[in-house]
C-alpha cells in the first residue's frame, strides 16, 4: 500500500551536468504524471503516460528534457545539460486510470542547479 | 498556454468563515475538475473532485460548485479552520485524461 515514491528527494548538481529523477507509481495505476513547480509559481505540467499509448511531452520546455516510463510502472525524468532556470521541485503523480480519478502525488524531487 | 487560472494569488479569512477560492477554465474540452490542498515540502493532496455532468459536489466542510457555461468553479470551506492554512490548486482533465493545474491559491485562515 506504499504510496508515490520520487528519488533523490533533493537533488543539487553543477549547470551542466545531466540529472535523472526517478518516480514509482503506485501499484496498478496506469496514469502517470510529471510536474514541476518553480519557486512562487503552480504547478506546471511536463508530459503525461497512460498504460501503452503514445506520451503526451506536449509540456516539456525543450528537447533537455526527456522521461521514460519502463514496463508501465517505474518512471525516469532526465535533463540533460542542466541549466538555473531548471531549478525547481519536481512532482510525480499516478492514477489508476487517468480517466476522472484523482491524481497522488509524491512527495517531489528539490532540484537545485548550481 | 494557461488553461487553468487561478486569478487570486492569496485568500485571507478568519476562523469560523467561509472560505472560496475560484478557478476559470478555458478548454471546453475539460470535463472532470479537482482540487488539491497542498502544505509545504509536500506533494499535492487530492481535496474533492466534480465531474462536468454535475454542478454540485460536497464532502463535509467542503464543497465544490461547477459552472460550464462561465467555464468557472468554486471551492467553498465553511466553517473554515487554521488547519486549512495551505495552497490550494484546482485542476482539470479532459478527453485526453492528462491534467493540468492552475497556479495556486495560499490560503490563511486566522485564528
Known amino acids: 500500500g506504499a504510496g508515490v515514491s520520487q528519488s533523490p528527494s533533493n537533488k543539487v548538481t553543477e549547470k551542466g551536468k545531466d540529472v535523472e529523477l526517478r518516480c514509482d507509481p503506485i501499484?496498478?495505476?496506469?496514469?502517470l504524471y510529471w510536474y514541476r513547480q518553480s519557486l512562487g509559481q503552480g504547478l506546471e505540467f511536463l508530459i503525461y503516460f497512460q498504460g501503452n499509448s503514445a506520451p503526451d511531452k506536449s509540456g516539456l520546455p525543450s528537447d533537455r528534457f526527456s522521461a521514460e516510463r519502463t514496463g508501465g510502472s517505474v518512471s525516469t525524468l532526465t535533463i540533460q545539460r542542466t541549466q538555473q532556470e531548471d531549478s525547481a521541485v519536481y512532482l510525480c503523480a499516478s492514477s489508476l486510470t487517468g480517466s476522472n480519478t484523482e491524481a497522488f502525488f509524491g512527495q517531489g524531487t528539490r532540484l537545485t542547479v548550481v | 498556454d494557461q488553461q487553468v487560472k487561478q486569478n487570486s494569488p492569496s485568500l485571507s479569512v478568519q476562523e469560523g468563515r467561509i472560505s472560496i477560492l475560484n478557478c476559470d477554465y478555458t478548454n471546453s474540452m475539460f470535463d472532470y475538475f479537482l482540487w488539491y490542498k497542498k502544505y509545504p515540502a509536500e506533494g499535492p493532496t487530492f481535496l474533492i473532485s466534480i465531474s462536468s455532468i454535475k454542478d454540485k459536489n460536497e464532502d463535509g466542510r467542503f464543497t465544490v460548485f461547477l459552472n460550464k457555461s462561465a467555464k468557472h468553479l468554486s471551492l467553498h470551506i465553511v466553517p473554515s479552520q487554521p488547519g486549512d492554512s495551505a495552497v490550494y490548486f484546482c485542476?482539470?482533465?479532459?478527453?485526453?485524461?492528462?491534467?493540468?493545474f492552475g497556479a495556486g491559491t495560499r490560503l490563511t485562515v486566522k485564528p
Open positions: 485542476a482539470a482533465s479532459g478527453w485526453n485524461n492528462d491534467m493540468r
Open positions: 501499484s496498478g495505476h496506469t496514469a
